[in-house]
């Protein structure tokens, strides 16, 4: 069965430090693999997205990058952190149409 | 641009009772739609997924409906207990890669 990690599972952080978040997935091969945040009072918004090795789009302008350098593994990052960028950062993975699993999240507070 | 809806923002009710939640969307062109639950703190929880060309979907004591004309899908929960306190969340599909467009929400308490 497929299992997806997330760490760390909380943060907190300075403003302009910078910021790595890592995800794994188990289980599957050359999923799909997606960023997300749920700030508060606002819904679930997709930040990134990869359907493979190297391929990263990106949703929304943002002061976050991602990148994917295994096939498993998605890394979201930032040079400088926002008070903006506090929020529950969330890793899924799924394939084309179809059903999207998500991790435990990581909660990030910036200060 | 897509936006769903859900509706009420929150729901709280006795044990035992049947429960509908709404979730509305302007663009009927979708892929799919999900419904996910998420307890605080958590991540979401896969419950439901429908298909474009499907109308309704049945796991256990939930039933999810999807009308595409009209932009509605419904979460049928019957016999709620209150291990259901949660908040239910809706996504649609729009684009085929599973970029999920989701909803706020609504919050479940289901009172013993």
């Known amino acids: 069965s497929q299992t997806i990690h997330q760490w760390p599972a909380t943060l907190v952080q300075p403003v302009g430090s910078p910021l790595s978040l890592e995800c794994t997935v188990e289980?599957?091969?050359?999923?799909?693999l997606y960023w997300y945040r749920q700030a508060a009072g606002r819904g679930l918004q997709l930040l990134f997205y990869s359907v493979g090795i190297g391929q990263i789009s990106s949703e929304v302008p943002q002061n976050l990058s991602a990148s994917r350098p295994q096939d498993r593994q998605f890394i979201l990052s930032s040079k400088k952190l926002l008070l903006s960028d506090s929020g529950f950062y969330l890793c899924a993975w799924g394939e084309t149409s179809n059903e999207q699993f998500f991790g435990p999240g990581t909660r990030l507070t910036v200060l | 641009k897509q936006e769903v809806t859900q509706i009420p923002a929150a729901l709280s009710v006795p044990e035992g009772e049947n429960l509908v939640l709404n979730c509305s969307f302007t663009d009927s062109a979708i892929y799919n739609l999900q419904w996910f639950r998420q307890d605080p703190g958590k991540g979401l929880t896969s419950l439901l997924l429908?298909?474009?060309?499907?109308r309704e979907q049945t796991s256990g004591r939930l039933n999810a409906s999807l009308d595409k004309s009209s932009g509605r899908s419904t979460l049928y929960i019957a016999a709620s207990q209150p291990g259901d306190s949660a908040t239910y969340l809706c996504a649609v599909d729009e684009g085929g890669y599973n970029k999920l467009i989701f909803g706020a929400g609504t919050r479940l308490a289901v009172h013993p």
């Open positions: 429908i298909q474009s060309s499907q």
């Open positions: 289980g599957t091969s050359n999923p799909n």
